[in-house]
């Protein structure tokens, strides 16, 4: 069975966000035993974002990645060892997973729209 695939903004080659960051279609990666896959229906744009893009960061991530440490939207698909996510589930998280690599991900259920004074 082919995979499933999935539109993301992509950085190739570090450089200056507008010139370096591209709409693209994606492989959609298959969760871990303890991962979920969210579609993200909401994401910031944090100062750290904008220094990874650019590749003035302590730890820079392997190219090609996907920007972004936080977004809100809907869990897609559970792994075979998560119990307290199920599909549907509208959560908030606080860091991605964009190398494929088991990183801690905090998750929070909301049910109503929430702001958050800055």
């Given amino acids: 069975?082919?995979?499933?695939?999935?539109?993301?903004?992509?950085?190739?080659?570090?450089?200056?966000?507008?010139?370096?960051?591209?709409?693209?279609?994606?492989?959609q990666p298959k969760?871990?035993?303890?991962?979920?896959?969210?579609?993200?229906?909401?994401?910031?744009v944090n100062p750290v974002d904008t220094y990874l893009v650019e590749g003035k960061y302590a730890t820079l991530p392997s190219l090609p990645f996907?920007?972004?440490?936080?977004?809100?939207?809907?869990?897609?698909?559970?792994?075979?060892?998560v119990t307290n996510f199920k599909v549907g589930d509208h959560v908030y998280c606080t860091f991605t997973d964009t190398e494929s690599t088991q990183k801690k991900v905090k998750l929070f259920w909301f049910t109503e729209p929430v702001g958050l004074l800055v």
């Fill in 1 to 27: 069975m082919a995979g499933r695939f999935m539109r993301a903004v992509q950085v190739a080659k570090f450089g200056t966000p507008l010139d370096v960051m591209h709409l693209t279609t994606v492989l």
């Fill in 66 to 81: 996907v920007p972004g440490k936080d977004g809100a939207g809907v869990v897609e698909e559970i792994g075979k060892d």
């Fill in 31 to 44: 969760p871990g035993s303890l991962q979920v896959l969210i579609k993200i229906t909401a994401s910031g």
